[in-house]
């Protein structure tokens, strides 16, 4: 049946959904490279709880979700911005995810690698003791869980900072210390703008050059970088610069199948929110990459570039909102509410374009469970035919 879906203008325009998915299965590991997808949380929605209380987050729903994606090759990229850090997941919450992911990839097989960060602090400025400290505490944490560490950017390093040096000093200390590689996250700010002037400049020529020097201090201690700026000739003029041994993540939800595909100097591992939703085709993608058939590849999942540059669009950090009612529709959680209230950071006129454009990529497993749960939402927003 027809659904009429609302455009930005307030006008409604007809759409037939497809009748079939795409026929997806788990087949090999890969091999020609290492993918991490961001994973999203699911909330308690029978929890009493106000958009600024800790989080309630449905556990096993949560797990599944995380099975659903080792089930199809993909590492998990556990609480990091796309679990809601700093936007309705406190780190008491994020500490209990790490542990419940960490078991259960340890049961599973599956590969995980798991954020810290320094978001226990409170919101006064911190000194830079305070800072590392933070970080030490989140760090053990993952650690114990056996999990790779992912040690994210932080809000508080960033306000109390003075410059560069600041940044070398911290990043040494913890590297130092830590007991397997890391994965270094530079997060930009149009994920979040608290991150403005990240490795003590606002000039991305300057920040990295400091980035570079933390890497060419401590080699043997950087499992990769994850780059989210947004830019693709940054990164590969970024990757480029690495040492022997240390891989580029891309976290460009732009751009990544030119990255991931690379060139003849090159090519970039992944580490993105996207593959939240994209989870089993991205898998398939790169099953053909392995093969050494990058058109196929580019085929694959280069028409799922207007679907993302679609959720991640500015303002970029509310793109968990559209992750989560994709999640919802697919079939993967039985409701579209989220922790903090974030269901309600975007658009109906966006979120219906996500289902419209989710839909046309044959990604929902069960396209009438999908369109009966559009319906439902169009109808809750006062859309009728």
Same mark, same amino acid.
């Given at each position: 049946?027809?659904?009429?879906?609302?455009?930005?203008?307030?006008?409604?325009?007809?759409?037939?959904?497809?009748?079939?998915?795409?026929?997806?299965?788990?087949?090999?590991?890969?091999?020609?490279?290492?993918?991490?997808?961001?994973?999203?949380?699911?909330?308690?929605?029978?929890?009493?709880?106000?958009?600024?209380?800790?989080?309630?987050?449905?556990?096993?729903?949560?797990?599944?979700?995380?099975?659903?994606?080792?089930?199809?090759?993909?590492?998990?990229?556990?609480?990091?911005?796309?679990?809601?850090?700093?936007?309705?997941?406190?780190?008491?919450?994020?500490?209990?995810?790490?542990?419940?992911?960490?078991?259960?990839?340890?049961?599973?097989?599956?590969?995980?690698?798991?954020?810290?960060?320094?978001?226990?602090?409170?919101?006064?400025?911190?000194?830079?003791?305070?800072?590392?400290?933070?970080?030490?505490?989140?760090?053990?944490?993952?650690?114990?869980?056996?999990?790779?560490? !992912?040690?994210?950017?932080?809000?508080? *390093? =960033? &306000?109390? +900072?003075?410059?560069?040096? @600041?940044?070398?000093? $911290?990043? #040494?200390?913890?590297?130092?210390?830590?007991?397997?590689?890391?994965?270094?996250?530079?997060?930009?700010?149009?994920?979040?703008?608290?991150?403005?002037?990240?490795?003590?400049?606002?000039?991305?020529?300057?920040?990295?050059?400091?980035?570079?020097?933390?890497?060419?201090?401590?080699?043997?201690?950087?499992?990769?970088?994850?780059?989210?700026?947004?830019?693709?000739?940054?990164?590969?003029?970024?990757?480029?610069?690495?040492?022997?041994?240390?891989?580029?993540?891309?976290?460009?939800?732009?751009?990544?199948?030119?990255?991931?595909?690379?060139?003849?100097?090159?090519?970039?591992?992944?580490?993105?929110? !996207?593959?939240?939703?994209?989870?089993? *085709? =991205? &898998?398939? +993608?790169?099953?053909?990459? @392995?093969?050494?058939? $990058?058109? #196929?590849?580019?085929?694959?999942?280069?028409?799922?570039?207007?679907?993302?540059?679609?959720?991640?669009?500015?303002?970029?950090?509310?793109?968990?909102?559209?992750?989560?009612?994709?999640?919802?529709?697919?079939?993967?959680?039985?409701?579209?509410?989220?922790?903090?209230?974030?269901?309600?950071?975007?658009?109906?006129?966006?979120?219906?374009?996500?289902?419209?454009?989710?839909?046309?990529?044959?990604?929902?497993?069960?396209?009438?469970?999908?369109?009966?749960?559009?319906?439902?939402?169009?109808?809750?927003?006062?859309?009728?035919?």
């Amino acid at each position: 049946m027809t659904l009429h879906l609302p455009d930005a203008h307030g006008a409604l325009r007809a759409y037939e959904p497809r009748t079939e998915p795409l026929a997806l299965t788990p087949g090999a590991p890969f091999t020609s490279r290492t993918v991490f997808s961001a994973a999203h949380v699911v909330a308690d929605p029978y929890a009493d709880v106000s958009p600024d209380s800790p989080a309630a987050v449905d556990w096993d729903a949560t797990l599944a979700f995380r099975r659903h994606l080792w089930a199809h090759g993909l590492g998990v990229a556990e609480a990091m911005d796309t679990a809601q850090r700093g936007m309705g997941l406190d780190w008491a919450g994020a500490a209990e995810l790490i542990r419940r992911s960490a078991a259960e990839a340890k049961a599973t097989g599956g590969r995980i690698a798991c954020g810290v960060g320094t978001d226990q602090l409170p919101g006064a400025p911190a000194a830079l003791a305070e800072v590392r400290a933070a970080y030490e505490e989140q760090l053990a944490v993952v650690e114990e869980s056996g999990a790779r560490a !992912i040690l994210m950017a932080s809000r508080a *390093l =960033a &306000a109390t +900072a003075r410059g560069p040096e @600041d940044y070398l000093e $911290t990043y #040494g200390h913890l590297l130092r210390q830590a007991a397997e590689p890391v994965i270094l996250h530079w997060l930009g700010p149009m994920f979040d703008p608290a991150l403005e002037g990240y490795w003590g400049s606002a000039d991305l020529d300057a920040a990295t050059d400091t980035f570079l020097d933390v890497i060419a201090a401590h080699p043997d201690k950087v499992d990769g970088i994850k780059v989210s700026l947004l830019d693709a000739r940054r990164e590969v003029a970024l990757r480029r610069r690495l040492p022997q041994g240390v891989r580029c993540y891309t976290g460009d939800d732009f751009h990544y199948p030119e990255l991931i595909a690379g060139d003849d100097q090159g090519f970039s591992h992944a580490l993105l929110g !996207i593959f939240d939703p994209l989870g089993p *085709l =991205a &898998a398939e +993608a790169v099953r053909v990459l @392995d093969t050494g058939n $990058t058109d #196929g590849f580019r085929a694959l999942l280069d028409p799922t570039v207007d679907l993302s540059r679609h959720l991640f669009q500015a303002p970029t950090r509310f793109y968990k909102t559209g992750v989560v009612l994709l999640a919802w529709l697919a079939g993967h959680q039985s409701h579209f509410t989220m922790v903090g209230g974030l269901q309600s950071a975007r658009s109906l006129p966006h979120l219906a374009r996500a289902y419209e454009l989710a839909d046309r990529l044959g990604l929902f497993p069960d396209p009438k469970l999908a369109e009966d749960r559009m319906r439902t939402l169009l109808h809750l927003y006062g859309v009728t035919p």
